[in-house]
C-alpha cells in the first residue's frame, strides 16, 4: 500500500492532543477517519525506489496530484525515460492507463502496476480505515492495544492490532505502532490469513505542512521476496488543483 500510506501520511492533523490513557483500538480508527481526512486538494512529488533481488534497483519519479470533492487522482511519471509522460488517471468508478509512445488510453483495474513498480492503482485510493478494519480483541474479549516503546530513542508508542472485515484488502491482519501523543503511525506489520508476515513499513521524517504532519521517507520491505521500496516526498501543496487536470487531454496534452 505504498501511495496509500503516503496518502494516509498527508491526512495527519493536529489537534489537542489525544488523551494519554490507553485508547481502544476503536478510538485510534475513529481518529484516523474523523482528524485524518483529507480535506483538499494536494499536489505532491514522488520518488519511487524499488531494490528487487532478481530485477535490480528501479527508480520511479512522479508527480501526483488529487481533487478532493470527487477522491480523483492523477499521476504523471517523470523519470525513467521509458515511462516519461505515462500517467495513471481516476475519475469516479473509472480508472485508465495512458501511454505516451501511443497517446492511448486504456482502462484498468486497482490491481495494475504503476511504472512496473510494486506499487499497484488501488493503492492510491483513499478508502476509511473503519470501513476497511475492526479491532482485534484476545479470548477474553479486550483490545489488543498495549504501550511499549519504539526503536533506539525508545518514542512511547501504542502498539495495537486490525483485522479486515472486507475481503478486498491486500493484508487481512495489520499490527501498527502509533505515537502515543498524535497517533502518528510508525511501524506497520502485514500479515497472511495463515498469519504469516507479508511485509513491514515504516514511517519516519515527519514535517508539519501546512498544519499537517506529514512522513517524508517511507520504507517498506517485502518479507517474502526480501525486495524494498523506498517512498520519498517532497514539494506538498494542499493549494486548490485546477479541474482540467483531470481530463484525458491534460494528460494527452503533454505528449506534444
Known amino acids: 500500500m505504498r501511495f496509500a500510506a503516503f496518502i494516509l501520511g498527508v491526512l495527519l492533523l493536529l489537534s489537542a492532543g489525544a488523551a494519554w490513557a490507553t485508547p481502544s483500538i476503536q478510538d485510534v480508527i475513529d481518529y484516523y477517519d474523523t482528524n485524518y481526512q483529507l480535506r483538499s486538494d494536494m499536489t505532491a512529488r514522488a520518488r519511487l525506489t524499488t531494490k528487487d533481488p532478481e530485477q535490480g534497483t528501479?527508480?520511479?519519479?512522479?508527480?501526483?496530484?488529487?481533487?478532493?470533492?470527487?477522491?480523483?487522482?492523477?499521476?504523471?511519471?517523470?523519470?525513467?525515460?521509458?515511462?516519461?509522460?505515462?500517467g495513471y488517471l481516476r475519475v469516479g468508478d473509472n480508472m485508465w492507463l495512458y501511454k505516451r509512445a501511443t497517446r492511448t488510453f486504456t482502462h484498468i483495474g486497482r490491481d495494475e502496476k504503476i511504472?512496473?513498480?510494486?506499487?499497484?492503482?488501488?493503492?492510491?485510493?483513499?478508502?476509511?480505515?473503519?470501513?476497511?478494519?475492526?479491532?482485534?480483541?484476545d479470548a477474553n474479549g479486550k483490545d489488543l492495544?498495549?504501550?511499549?516503546?519504539?526503536?533506539?530513542?525508545?518514542?512511547?508508542?501504542?502498539?495495537l492490532e486490525v483485522i479486515a472485515q472486507v475481503n478486498d484488502v491486500k493484508y487481512p491482519k495489520l499490527v501498527m505502532w502509533?505515537?502515543?501523543?498524535k497517533y502518528l503511525?510508525?511501524?506497520?506489520?502485514?500479515y497472511s490469513l495463515?498469519?504469516?508476515?507479508?511485509?513491514?513499513?515504516?514511517?519516519?521524517n515527519y514535517k508539519e505542512v501546512e498544519g499537517r504532519f506529514v512522513p517524508l521517507l517511507q520504507k517498506y520491505t517485502d518479507e517474502v521476496e526480501k525486495g524494498t521500496t523506498l517512498l520519498e516526498i517532497t514539494g506538498i501543496s494542499f493549494a486548490a488543483v485546477d479541474d482540467y487536470k483531470f481530463d484525458k487531454s491534460y494528460l494527452e496534452s503533454l505528449s506534444k
Do not use: C
Open 178 to 181: 502509533v505515537t502515543r501523543d
Open 115 to 137: 511504472g512496473g513498480s510494486n506499487t499497484t492503482a488501488g493503492d492510491i485510493e483513499t478508502r476509511k480505515f473503519k470501513e476497511l478494519y475492526k479491532p482485534s480483541m
Open 194 to 204: 495463515s498469519g504469516t508476515l507479508m511485509e513491514t513499513d515504516l514511517f519516519t
Open 58 to 86: 528501479k527508480v520511479i519519479d512522479s508527480v501526483l496530484y488529487r481533487r478532493d470533492k470527487d477522491d480523483a487522482f492523477l499521476i504523471v511519471l517523470a523519470a525513467p525515460e521509458t515511462e516519461r509522460g505515462n
Open 145 to 159: 492495544i498495549t504501550e511499549e516503546t519504539l526503536g533506539a530513542a525508545k518514542i512511547p508508542v501504542y502498539r
Open 185 to 190: 503511525e510508525l511501524k506497520r506489520e502485514s
